[in-house]
């Protein structure tokens, strides 16, 4: 189970942290993503990490900005999110499979579990 948290109203300019608590979900030889998608559009990987060594993908569109860790032993990956633009409103979602790697799982938009999204919207 995953479970997103940490999503909220934020004026651009400003940062947020998402969190996603995985719990029930073999996480030694995974990849981790942080995936979003805004009203009427597809949605899009934004950041995916593997759990067992130091790789990770982040989607040009938020290079820079966004950076996400996974905390092995809490089993919860973060999303730290700062200089936030209008255009990353969107809802969050994190998900996990043991299969890819991080740069596979945010680009084959397939994963073997999925959570909840949490809402993100910047606005003034």
């Known amino acids: 189970q995953l479970q997103a948290s940490g999503g909220g109203l934020v004026q651009p300019g400003g940062s947020l942290r998402l969190s996603c608590a995985i719990s029930?979900?073999?996480?030694?030889?995974?990849?981790i993503g942080w995936f979003r998608q805004a009203p009427g559009k597809e949605r899009e990987g934004v950041s995916c990490?593997?759990?067992?060594?130091?790789?990770?993908y982040t989607a040009d569109s938020v290079k820079g900005r966004f950076t996400v860790s996974v905390d092995n032993a809490k089993d919860t990956v973060y999303l730290e999110m700062r200089s936030l633009k209008p255009e990353d409103t969107a809802v969050y979602y994190c998900?996990?499979?043991?299969?890819?790697?991080?740069?596979?799982?945010?680009?084959?938009?397939?994963?073997?579990?999925w959570g909840r999204g949490t809402l993100v919207t910047v606005s003034s």
């Open positions: 990490i593997s759990t067992y060594d130091p790789i990770t």
């Open positions: 998900a996990t499979d043991q299969a890819q790697r991080p740069w596979n799982l945010c680009h084959s938009q397939y994963a073997e579990h």
């Open positions: 029930g979900v073999t996480l030694d030889t995974s990849a």
